[in-house]
């Protein structure tokens, strides 16, 4: 008896929790020590018998499966917890995973695969249902893509940008590049956007210190502004600008 995992189940919908009461009650190795379809009654049961690992559903009518995690947590219950699910959003399946869950499993995966998805995670693996997680994945995937493509520099920004990296005012900049002064001024407030900079100095350290490999391709000016005096003249000269400007 004492290396029966102890299970409690916590799911809303009554015939899907006895199904798996039934599935589970068969299944060698495992214990169903109770179920429930409401976060108050899943609490009370951990008070009352010792659980290994909770089987939670998401959603459960007016609660959600998140509040049990903090809840347990603070009352220093320690059973593992293995969502499973019919589906999550990506910011819920965050928030579980942040909220100390094991794992998440999909209800419309094979029954086998439940017992495997148990015995993982009290071996103390994570179980992650790639068709779960894969809405995450993409979603980071395209918010790192995102933010990249947020930082790159049109052409005519790096020409920009290397006018203020030589300490030319912005009508020389407009005259050097056949662009007018607004235009320039325009140009300038894309550059200080893209960091979140205020100052033509504080644009200028970040492009030397963290952009110097994409925002100066140019490949002479690229040797140069890597050269530590180079980069405290330019520093200096424009600093100067902004002072008396």
């Not at 495992?30 to 939670?56: I, T």
């Not at 869950?101 to 993982?120: W, Y």
């Not at 052409?155 to 662009?179: C, D, F, P, Q, Y």
Request: net charge neutral; with cysteine; proline share 3%.
């Amino acid at each position: 008896m004492s290396d029966e995992i102890r299970l409690l189940i916590v799911d809303d919908h009554s015939l899907f929790r006895e199904g798996l009461v039934r599935l589970l009650a068969a299944e060698s190795g495992f214990r169903v020590v109770g179920s429930c379809g409401h976060l108050k009654d899943a609490l009370e049961s951990l008070d009352r018998d010792p659980v290994d690992l909770v089987l939670l559903d998401y959603d459960l009518e007016t609660e959600q499966g998140s509040n049990f995690l903090e809840e347990a947590k603070r009352r220093g219950r320690g059973p593992k917890v293995l969502m499973v699910t019919a589906g999550m959003s990506s910011a819920g399946m965050i928030t579980v995973m942040e909220a100390g869950a094991s794992g998440i499993f999909l209800k419309h995966s094979p029954p086998s695969q439940l017992a495997e998805a148990i015995r993982r995670v009290m071996d103390g693996e994570m179980w992650l249902d790639p068709r779960a997680v894969k809405p995450v994945i993409q979603g980071t995937t395209q918010s790192a893509e995102h933010r990249r493509l947020e930082f790159l520099l049109s052409e005519r920004e790096k020409t920009v940008l290397r006018g203020v990296l030589e300490g030319a005012s912005n009508k020389a900049i407009a005259a050097t590049l056949h662009m007018s002064e607004s235009s320039v001024k325009a140009v300038l407030q894309q550059l200080f956007l893209k960091p979140g900079v205020r100052t033509r100095s504080q644009l200028v350290r970040i492009a030397l210190e963290r952009h110097s490999h994409d925002w100066l391709t140019d490949e002479i000016s690229l040797s140069l502004w890597q050269r530590p005096l180079a980069q405290r003249v330019a520093l200096r000269l424009i600093e100067f600008q902004e002072r008396v400007s």
